[in-house]
Structure formats: structure tokens, C-alpha cells
């Protein structure tokens, strides 16, 4: 895994071991960063369920002016951190060791742009969209990573279910206002 474009180019990034992780693949995040091309300079990105941080790094690397990551997994949070070191961008980096209810009702931030990737067909990843709206910019999106046959609503208090994009098995959602939707 590495970093794709930006100011940490080429960087190799650590990745995690085991069953309970399924990193993005370089296709899916290229995907998603093809998405939102013209929306991460400057901007605040939230990574949860953040894993090895590859998505928020990947923004930084692209010039968001700052990244929160959160994961409950202590590996997570100290992979997130050496792979933040390795490419120099851990002065735009706020890491927390926190399950996702408990980051967001804390909500430190209001964010430009969310990627929610948890664990596939556990029930999480609709909780947690509604959860993260309201710490959610008007004028914001929140992207979604999930399997294909997972259904998802298409509101989400002021966010509507704007596109929808396939990659093989994998859906990427992408949630904005419903002032700013297309």
C-alpha cells in the first residue's frame, strides 16, 4: 500500500495483519480521491474506522489543511501513527484510540469531508452515518465504503444519498446536504 499522489507520493504505508482488517484497495481509494478531487485542499477530513490511516494520509498527502483519525483498535491507532511519521504529516494529524459512537458524540470538529469503511455487514456502517452528520459541513460529503448487497438509506437527516459508484464486490456512497446534492 502506498500513497498515491501529493506531497507524500510513492510512500510505502504500513498495513495491518489479520482477518478483522480489509484495507481499501489502491483502485477504490484512487476512486474515491477521483470523487473528490477538487474538494480536499484546505479541507478537514475524518478518517474512522481508520485501520492504517491510508485514506486520511492520502488527503493530507493531497493538501487537506488537517485529518482526524479514529479507530478503536489499539494496533490501528499505532500503525496510524508510524505510517503518519513515516510520511512527515503528522503535525495535520489528530489520532484517537476511540469507538466510533464515543469519537462522535465528543465531536471535536466540523468536517469537510468523512470516509466511513467498518467492518462489512455488522449494522455499523448506518449507525455510524447517522452519527457523523451532524458533526458534518453544509457543505460537506460523507463517503461510504461497503459491499455491494448492503442496503443503505438514502437520508440521512440533512445528508441525501447523492451517487453511488461499483468497483467488483465493493460500493462507494456518497452522501452530501440536500441543499448541495446533484
Not at 502506498?2 to 510513492?10: P, Q, S
Not at 459491499?147 to 461499483?166: A, H, T
Request: proline share 3%.
Amino acid at each position: 500500500m502506498r500513497v498515491i499522489t501529493g506531497t507524500a507520493r510513492g510512500r510505502r504505508l504500513e498495513t495491518l495483519e489479520g482477518e478483522d482488517v480489509r484495507p481499501t484497495t489502491d483502485r477504490v481509494k484512487e476512486a474515491v480521491f477521483s470523487i473528490i478531487q477538487f474538494e480536499t485542499e484546505g479541507r478537514v477530513f475524518l478518517d474512522l474506522f481508520a485501520g492504517s490511516g491510508q485514506m486520511g494520509i492520502e488527503a493530507l498527502s493531497r493538501g487537506a489543511e488537517s485529518a482526524y483519525f479514529a479507530d478503536n483498535a489499539k494496533k490501528s491507532v499505532e500503525t496510524v501513527k508510524r505510517n503518519l511519521k513515516r510520511t512527515g504529516l503528522e503535525d495535520k494529524a489528530k489520532v484517537f484510540h476511540a469507538d466510533y459512537r464515543s469519537f462522535l458524540s465528543m465531536c471535536p470538529q466540523q468536517f469537510d469531508i468523512a470516509f466511513l469503511d467498518p467492518p462489512y455487514n455488522t449494522g455499523v456502517l448506518q449507525d455510524a452515518l447517522q452519527r457523523v452528520e451532524p458533526c458534518m459541513k453544509d457543505t460537506g460529503v460523507i463517503i461510504a465504503e461497503n459491499p455491494q448487497q448492503e442496503k443503505l438509506l438514502s437520508n440521512i437527516g440533512d445528508f441525501v444519498l447523492d451517487r453511488q459508484y461499483r468497483y467488483g464486490k465493493i460500493k462507494i456512497s456518497t452522501f452530501r446536504h440536500k441543499d448541495f446534492a446533484s
